[in-house]
């Protein structure tokens, strides 16, 4: 109370002790219901501040202006303290849900488990990369071939030595069908479908009964099919040129070594300069400075024969690549089956 009215107060001792009770009351109300309360109680129209000011007219003329004006001060200093202690429960209030609801937005977020690609599929899309740079399209096939596409349209009829090359999946009871060895079924299916030129390469699994540290029944390839007017074995060996340094290093070299496939005539096999000595000779090349990456050729004349290309009119290549090996080269894997082993210490490192 401010020191004025306590002054003029003490001129009434009525008043000052009404004054003294609201004031007490307000300043003890710890909710605003309370508050509300101590206001209906102090200044409500049966309190004994209103019954005090509605008696005044009937007072003396000597008492009645000293009691009216006090009256009205103890009213306006009443409603004050009401007001201070609303503003102070209000402001209690809200400094009390600022702290409850408070929010360190400097803390670590929750950790969200993220996925990665396979290196498998990490080195597929980079193979696709580098050939649709080169102006390839991508095409696919069916797992499930038929003899005809996977052998006999190859140029490997029945009974021909190459056949046994592959150690096949065959499917009980259908005596056509088999898991495809590789994806060159797939340059047939792209040919008879469409008119040259043709650049494709065709991304998929493969199947054969192989196991070992460097062999897996399942694995696989990227087949690469080009088809037009004058295509030479320099056209081939200038974009497998390209694929290397893409994929292995500006640095890299390739050659090309004399091999054998009934579907290319003539065929090669393909080796880049080991990016572990640089050509140097080490162990992972076994001395010799190259690694081979894949087999290539150009297409056989008789091959064009089972789509009904013109071999007149358009020559083509065609190569084929085990993308296990690429990566296993690349990052120095040592054992493809740890690709499949789903061992995350494995397949985190990439
Ligand atoms: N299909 C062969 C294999 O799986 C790889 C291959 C060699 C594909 C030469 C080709 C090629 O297209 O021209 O061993």
Not at 161 to 178: Q, V
Request: aromatic share 8%; glycine share 8%.
């Amino acid at each position: 109370m401010d020191f004025d009215l306590k002054k003029q107060l003490q001129r009434h001792p009525g008043l000052a002790a009404i004054y003294e009770k609201a004031a007490a009351d307000i300043a003890a109300a710890e909710t605003e219901a309370a508050l509300e309360a101590a206001r209906v109680r102090h200044l409500g129209r049966k309190s004994e501040l209103s019954r005090m000011l509605r008696a005044i007219p009937g007072m003396s003329p000597s008492e009645r202006p000293l009691a009216g004006k006090l009256g009205n001060q103890a009213r306006a200093a009443v409603e004050q303290a009401l007001a201070g202690r609303r503003q102070a429960l209000e402001s209690e209030a809200l400094d009390r849900r600022l702290a409850e609801e408070r929010v360190d937005i400097t803390l670590p977020g929750e950790p969200f488990p993220n996925g990665r690609l396979h290196l498998i599929t990490q080195t597929l899309w980079e193979i696709e990369d580098i050939f649709t740079g080169l102006g390839y399209r991508i095409a696919e096939g069916p797992e499930i071939e038929t003899d005809y596409y996977n052998f006999t349209a190859l140029n490997t009829p029945e009974g021909h030595p190459a056949r046994s090359l592959h150690d096949t999946f065959f499917i009980e009871g259908e005596a056509e069908a088999l898991l495809r060895t590789h994806t060159s079924p797939v340059q047939i299916r792209v040919m008879e479908k469409e008119d040259p030129p043709v650049y494709v390469i065709i991304p998929g699994r493969v199947y054969r009964r192989d196991s070992d540290a460097t062999h897996t029944p399942m694995f696989h390839q990227v087949e690469g099919l080009a088809v037009d007017e004058r295509i030479t074995m320099a056209d081939l060996k200038g974009t497998l040129e390209a694929f290397a340094k893409a994929m292995f290093g500006a640095e890299r070299q390739i050659r090309l070594r004399p091999h054998y496939f009934p579907f290319t005539e003539p065929s090669v096999e393909v080796d880049v300069s080991c990016m572990i000595c640089g050509g140097e000779g080490c162990r992972s090349c076994k001395q010799s400075g190259w690694l081979e990456i894949l087999g290539a050729g150009l297409v056989d004349p008789n091959v064009f024969g089972f789509v009904n290309y013109e071999p007149d009119e358009v020559t083509g290549f065609a190569f084929g690549m085990g993308v296990e090996r690429i990566a296993m080269l690349k990052h120095g894997v040592t054992d493809l089956r740890m690709f499949y082993d789903n061992d995350l210490r494995f397949i985190k490192q990439f």
